[in-house]
């Protein structure tokens, strides 16, 4: 019984330990300088020079109009007419 | 001395029916064997007594399956006589089993009527080339081969056809089977110059109508195709002349909604486009209410089956004052072969009957045969009055499939007064010179004629306008 309490003891007091160990502080620094002119890119410039919209037809949207391709339904109607 | 000659004549016809009549009696009585049915109907179709003879005709082929020469000979004739009654009883099935042009000609059409198009083109094929049903046959065949887009068969076919059917009109003796194969024979030209427009081959198409004359049932319905063509060709003002031409008089009980759409287009190609709105606001003005109209007759009486028959007999007045499209719609039906058909046959049915009800010796047998060809006759009336029918319905579906066409144009037509607006150009309307001689494109085949306010017979079909095309661009309206 007593070495129980001991080691409960003990693993309380580890524990506490380790939570002190976790309050740690950061600190970043407060001011930098970064030299543009200094800094190299690799690759090619896509922009173009200056703006431009290319001239397009306006779009028109088509309708379907009636067309006779074919006379199927008269030359059906024929058949069913015929006797 | 010529009416004692008739007398004799009629004296002597009307005791041969009696003693027929009496041998087909006599044989119900005493022949007891399986082939009763068949013995009975031949004697009845020897006394001319061709309606009486369908039921027996139908009890043997449903339970034997022999078909013998005399057998052959007294369906073909009841074909001939009663069309396709004949064989009505008994299903695709059954008679599948049988193999004689006749009812292969039967079934062979009503599998075609069933879009069962691969078996029909089987069972049509079993027609010998020599047989007198050859050349619906080969009719029936090439509209198979055409709806299937195997256009060289189809030409084929429809060659056949004119050959067989032109043959057959020249050795037939009785003016309504010359007129019958006739009928057959253009149907088939016109087939073939359908299959050229089709192939786009327009110019070939329109020779080949040329080969139907203006007297024929035919040509009303060619001006239609006639018309699409021209269209095709880009002749819009022919095309505008023929569709006109179902204005006149003599054609008013010809009337198609889709006319009046090939109308409305062909102004729309000349960029005429106040004329093409009123052409469609025409098309709703006259056709959407009568459709109305007619659908409504057609709800009230969808379950009679005597109702629309009645109006064929009704007198022209008593029509007219239901719907004013009635009197025409039915006008068109009276000109359809099958209708034609079946109302002759309900005649000759009728007439049967009474000469039935005349025979003095009355017994079990002569009631049951009046009782028959009662059924028969109700039968018949039934499927007039369902042709017709059916021939209203199909007319307000044509309405409703085209005012989606004309709803389309119309759109179409607005489009293009707005851009005209926004273009702040002076609309079509208001300078454009109203037709002149020189925009009438005329071959030298064709007629030239003044229009001077009425339509002239011989005139008809050879109509064109000649309006000067209202758009910028002189090619064709941007579609």
Partial sequence: MKILIIITALLSFAAHAQEEKKNVIYKYKEYEIIDLGSLEIKGQIMAPGDLTVNERERQTFKRSLLEKNYFDFENRREIENLR | ?479
């Fill in chain 2, 1 to 479: 001395m010529k009416y004692l000659v008739i007398l004799i004549a009629l004296l002597a016809t009307s005791l041969e029916v009696n003693a027929s009549a009496k041998g087909a009696y006599e044989l119900y009585q005493k022949d007891k064997t399986k082939t009763r049915d068949k013995k009975i109907a031949h004697e009845l179709i020897e006394s001319s007594y061709y309606f009486s003879a369908i039921p027996y005709i139908n009890n043997y082929l449903e339970k034997n399956n022999e078909i013998d020469a005399e057998l052959e000979a007294d369906i073909e004739t009841l074909v001939i006589k009663t069309g396709t009654m004949a064989v009505l009883n008994l299903d695709e099935k059954r008679l599948e089993g049988f193999n004689i042009p006749s009812i292969s000609l039967i079934l062979g059409t009503r599998l075609f009527n069933k879009e069962q198009s691969a078996k029909a083109y089987e069972i049509l094929s079993r027609i010998p080339e020599t047989h007198q049903f050859s050349a619906e046959a080969a009719l029936i065949k090439g509209t198979i081969r055409n709806l299937e887009r195997k256009n060289i068969e189809a030409n084929n076919l429809y060659d056949a056809c004119i050959k067989k059917a032109s043959a057959l009109e020249e050795s037939s003796k009785g003016e309504k089977l010359k007129r019958y194969y006739d009928y057959l024979k253009e149907t088939c030209i016109i087939r073939t110059a359908r299959v050229k427009i089709e192939e786009k081959k327009y110019v070939e198409a329109l020779e080949t109508y040329e080969q139907i004359d203006k007297r024929s049932y035919k040509w009303p319905y060619i001006l239609m195709d006639q018309a699409w063509a021209h269209y095709y060709l880009k002749d819009y003002n022919r095309a505008l002349g023929l569709t006109t031409t179902y204005k006149s008089p003599l054609l008013e009980s010809y009337f198609f909604p889709e006319a009046e759409v090939l109308m409305a287009l062909s102004y729309y190609n000349l960029c005429l486009w106040d004329d093409s709105l009123k052409v469609v606001d025409h098309f709703y003005d006259v056709y959407q209410s009568k459709a109305q109209a007619l659908k409504e007759i057609l709800g009230k009486n969808k379950t009679s089956n005597t109702y629309f028959l009645d109006l064929y007999y009704a007198d022209p007045e008593a029509r007219g004052n239901l719907n004013p499209f009635i009197r025409n719609l039915i006008t068109q039906t009276r000109k359809q072969v099958k209708f034609n058909l079946d109302l002759a046959s309900l005649k000759a049915a009728k007439d049967e009957l009474q000469l039935l009800k005349k025979l003095k010796n009355k017994n079990d047998f002569t009631e049951m045969l009046e009782g028959n060809l009662d059924s028969t006759i109700s039968f018949i009336s039934a499927k007039i009055n369902y042709y017709i029918k059916k021939e209203i319905f199909t007319f307000i579906n044509e309405i409703h499939k085209h005012s989606f066409s004309m709803f389309n144009l119309k759109l179409e037509l607005l489009s293009k007064k707005r851009d005209e607006i926004y273009n702040a150009k002076a609309l079509a309307a208001t300078d454009r010179n109203r037709g002149s001689d020189v925009n009438v494109k005329r071959k030298t085949s064709q007629y030239y004629f003044d229009f001077n306010g009425s339509f002239w017979a011989d005139e008809l079909g050879d109509y064109s306008f000649g309006l000067q095309t209202a758009c910028k661009d002189s090619s064709v309206a941007k579609k």
